[in-house]
């Protein structure tokens, strides 16, 4: 029996964070309908394998919670479910209407804690969290994927306490995920920051190697040999560390 295999979760969230928290919960064996407004979700737009991906273990409803009938909509899936995941802010909840019963978890993603109201992505608390290389994008979302798990934290928490309300914060996940930097350990002069020879990226002939021979151990195994990888390829140093046993691998 999977663990939340009884538990129903309504998911009113749209684009990143919400859907991954819904799907993760489903891979737990809960039931999860999300409720989708008539434009559908931007995320499959964005990103449509990865809303595919997000969706496969979702009941899909179509609902205006703008409108009377949709709100009614809501209320009766509330009526039968354990947890209610929101991602609005809480000004467009009360002008939806929204009202969760008593015994019903509701985890209330925004995007500040602090200030609820104030627009913002995860690139904006990302470059307020200090995690950003102008003018280079960011590749992984930090804020809303480290916001997500928190959520699925909370709506286990929430179901273990039998109801209640949780507001996870996606500039503060952001801040959480800045934690290395913040305490200097990736800092430039930081042990996991490139200072240390046994523990940074190399160039290779045709691409880079990144080298985490942080242990004395792997550092002894590696020492002499990082100044011959520019005249060896990628796949040879690759080949050469599974052969001596180093953590070593392509920059891909």
Not at 15 to 27: F, H, I, K, Q
Not at 158 to 175: P, S, V, W, Y
Request: negative net charge; proline residues 8%; hydrophobic residues 45%.
């Amino acid at each position: 029996m999977e663990p939340l295999q009884n538990i129903t979760v309504i998911n009113l969230a749209v684009n990143l964070p919400g859907p991954w928290a819904a799907d993760r919960l489903a891979s737990l064996g809960a039931r999860v309908v999300k409720l989708e407004p008539p434009a559908g979700d931007p995320l499959a737009h964005l990103a449509p394998t990865w809303y595919e991906e997000l969706k496969r273990r979702c009941e899909i409803v179509t609902v205006d919670l703008k409108t009377p009938a949709g709100q009614a909509e809501l209320n009766r899936l509330l009526a039968d479910a354990h947890l209610l995941i929101t991602s609005h802010r809480p000004s467009a909840l009360t002008r939806m209407g929204v009202e969760v019963p008593e015994g019903v978890g509701h985890v209330e993603i925004v995007g500040d804690v602090d200030n609820p109201e104030h627009a913002g992505h995860d690139l904006t608390y990302q470059a307020e969290a200090g995690t950003l290389t102008p003018p280079h994008m960011p590749k992984v979302l930090l804020g809303d994927l480290m916001g997500a798990s928190q959520a699925v934290s909370a709506a286990l928490a929430l179901l273990i306490a039998g109801g209640g309300h949780t507001r996870i914060g996606l500039k503060q996940a952001a801040l959480d995920m800045a934690a290395p930097y913040l305490h200097g350990v990736t800092a430039p002069e930081g042990l996991l920051g490139g200072s240390v020879d046994n523990y940074r990226i190399y160039p290779a002939k045709d691409g880079f190697v990144a080298v985490a021979a942080l242990e004395p151990h792997f550092a002894a195994r590696l020492a002499d040999h990082a100044t011959s990888f520019p005249e060896r390829s990628v796949a040879e140093i690759e080949k050469w560390a599974r052969q001596v046993d180093l953590p070593i691998s392509a920059v891909r």
